[in-house]
């Protein structure tokens, strides 16, 4: 019985198919070392967290001995962190201009 399609593609299927197999078990694995890292530093990354946040209520407290170069990096995140908002909702949307509305001002299911 003779062999369906060309014999060459059908070598370079098996080949490419078990590449995908050894591919998806490294991108799963990768997955899982990045969530046990997460995990294991979740103390440092919250202990470095409160530091900063003791160092923004001294801050407060103190107002007069805040330099321009920390109320400037204090302004640039806070508009970094708007534009960001902002693009994730444009994103979540899926417009850039207003949300889908039906001609009766709500979104119209079918």
């Known amino acids: 019985m003779a062999r369906i ?6 070598d370079k299927f098996a080949v490419n198919q078990q590449a995908i197999q050894t591919t998806s078990h490294e991108f799963f694995a990768a997955g899982a070392r990045l969530v046990y890292l997460n995990l294991a530093t979740f ?9 900063e946040l003791g160092t923004f209520t001294n801050s407060l407290k103190n107002l007069s001995t ?15 962190s708007y534009f ?16 889908d509305v039906g001609p009766n001002g709500f979104t119209e299911k079918h």
């Open 43 to 51: 103390r440092q990354r919250l202990s470095a967290a409160s530091a």
């Open 84 to 99: 960001l908002f902002n693009v994730g909702e444009i994103f979540g949307r899926g417009s850039l201009i207003g949300y």
């Open 66 to 80: 805040v330099s321009a170069a920390q109320a400037g990096s204090v302004a640039v995140i806070g508009v970094e």
């Open 5 to 10: 399609g060309n014999p060459q593609v059908s």
